[in-house]
């Protein structure tokens, strides 16, 4: 991916073509090819795996924060938390579904700020963390309109305000 995005396919340009369309998986492709292009081998893929290492918890911290679920005080030590999740997932090449995942919860959590106080701009982000999501994984604009329904029905059942 990155000969034919950065080299004009110099060494795979006659077996592989590169085109601006948008279908899922690619993303974390993208972002992987990108660091290496910016950074070089060994700097642009620790970057990359360090991104894909905090993205879930920095995710559900920031949905934490959001909707107000933790106190303050014991959001602090969440993050080491996701040590033992990590290597089970970043090893065994699961790093575009810990993307997608991070993505789903933080268009939940969007889509939490946008019940309170409805702006174009964050709908605008909103979507595009949703496009992101579809771009790392195919099903994760399903799961996140799953989780955003049956959010949305909890709160008519218990007559919840947003």
Do not use: N
């Amino acid at each position: 991916m990155a000969d034919l995005l950065f080299e004009s396919g110099a060494r795979f340009g006659h077996w592989y073509s590169c085109g601006a369309q948008p279908i899922p998986y690619v993303l974390h492709d993208l972002l992987l090819a990108g660091c290496i292009e910016l950074f070089g081998i060994k700097t642009g893929g620790a970057l990359f795996a360090a991104l894909v290492f905090v993205s879930l918890p920095v995710a559900l911290l920031f949905y934490l924060h959001v909707t107000q679920l933790a106190p303050r005080g014991k959001t602090f030590r969440f993050p080491d938390q996701s040590v033992p999740v990590s290597r089970r997932f970043l090893p065994d090449a699961f790093m575009g579904f810990r993307m997608a995942l991070a993505e789903i919860i933080v268009s939940l959590a969007l889509a939490e700020m946008l019940r309170r106080r409805w702006s174009r701009g964050l709908f605008g982000v909103y979507v595009m963390i949703l496009i992101l999501g579809y771009l790392d994984r195919t099903r994760s604009a399903g799961v996140s309109a799953a989780a955003l329904g049956i959010s949305a029905l909890l709160r008519v059942g218990f007559r919840s305000r947003p």
